[in-house]
C-alpha cells in the first residue's frame, strides 16, 4: 500500500540555519504530495503542494520538489525563523484525480528553532 | 470563514461509556474524514465519506462508527469507550486533494 516515511527527529536549529526535512514515498500510481505544518494546540495547515513529477511548491520560504526518480519531496528553507517551529507532516494523496483524496502521513518531524 | 468546526474540543471519558464527536464544515466540500493522532504515528485515518450518503473504513476503523449525517456534517461515535481510544481526533474536509482540518479534540479515557 501507500507509504510516506519522513525523517524523524526532533530537530533543533539556529535561527537563520537552513533547513532540510527528507521524505520519502511509496505509491502506485501518480500520488499528489504535500507538505503540512501543526503548530502547538493547533489542527494542521497545508504548507505546500505538488501534484506532478517536478513541479516545485513553495509557501513560506519553504520550497519542496517532486522527484519521482527518487521518490523523493524534502522540504527546505534557506533561513528559518524562531516562528517556523511546529510539527512538519509529509503526505501523499494516491490518485487524487480519480476522487481518491485520502491522506497518507508521514510520522511528522518536530521542528525547534533556537534564537 | 469557519472552516471545519468540531466539537467539543476536550472530552474525559470513563472505560465503557460512549460519545460522539461532531464535525461540520462550510465550504461545500464532497470528501470528509476522521483522523486520530497518536504520539509517534502520525495521523491514522479511522473513516471517511467520498460523499453524501457514503461511508468507508480507513486504516484504523475498529471501535468507532461514523454518520454522514448531509453534506456538512460526518460524526465519529465511540460506542464502549477504551483506553486505547485516548488520542487527539481530528476531522478534515478536502477538495483536489488539499485538506482543511478541524482543530481537532483531545479525548482521554481513564
Known amino acids: ?115 | 470563514n469557519a472552516g471545519v468546526t468540531q466539537t467539543p474540543k476536550f472530552q474525559v471519558l470513563k472505560t465503557g461509556q460512549s460519545m460522539t464527536l461532531q464535525c461540520a464544515q462550510d465550504m461545500n466540500h464532497n470528501s470528509m474524514y476522521w483522523y486520530r493522532q497518536d504520539p509517534g504515528m502520525g495521523l491514522r485515518l479511522i473513516y471517511y465519506s467520498a460523499s453524501e450518503g457514503t461511508t468507508d473504513k480507513g486504516e484504523v476503523p475498529n471501535g468507532y462508527n461514523v454518520s454522514r449525517l448531509n453534506k456538512r456534517e460526518f460524526s465519529l461515535r465511540l460506542e464502549s469507550a477504551a483506553p486505547s481510544q485516548t488520542s487527539v481526533y481530528f476531522c478534515a474536509s478536502t477538495r483536489a486533494g488539499v485538506c482543511t482540518f478541524g482543530s481537532g479534540t483531545r479525548l482521554t479515557v481513564v
Open chain 1, 1 to 115: 500500500g501507500d507509504s510516506v516515511t519522513q525523517m524523524e527527529g526532533p530537530v533543533t536549529l539556529s535561527e537563520e540555519a537552513f533547513l532540510t526535512i527528507n521524505c520519502t514515498y511509496t505509491a502506485t500510481g501518480y500520488p499528489s504530495l504535500f507538505w503540512y505544518v501543526q503548530y502547538p494546540g493547533e489542527g494542521l495547515q497545508l504548507l505546500l503542494k505538488a501534484t506532478k513529477a517536478d513541479d516545485k511548491g513553495s509557501n513560506k520560504g519553504f520550497e519542496a520538489t517532486y522527484r519521482k526518480e527518487t521518490t523523493s519531496f524534502h522540504l527546505e528553507k534557506g533561513s528559518v525563523q524562531v516562528s517556523d517551529s511546529a510539527v512538519y507532516f509529509c503526505a501523499l494523496s494516491a490518485n487524487p484525480n480519480f476522487g481518491n483524496e485520502k491522506l497518507t502521513f508521514g510520522t511528522g518531524t518536530r521542528l525547534t528553532i533556537i534564537p
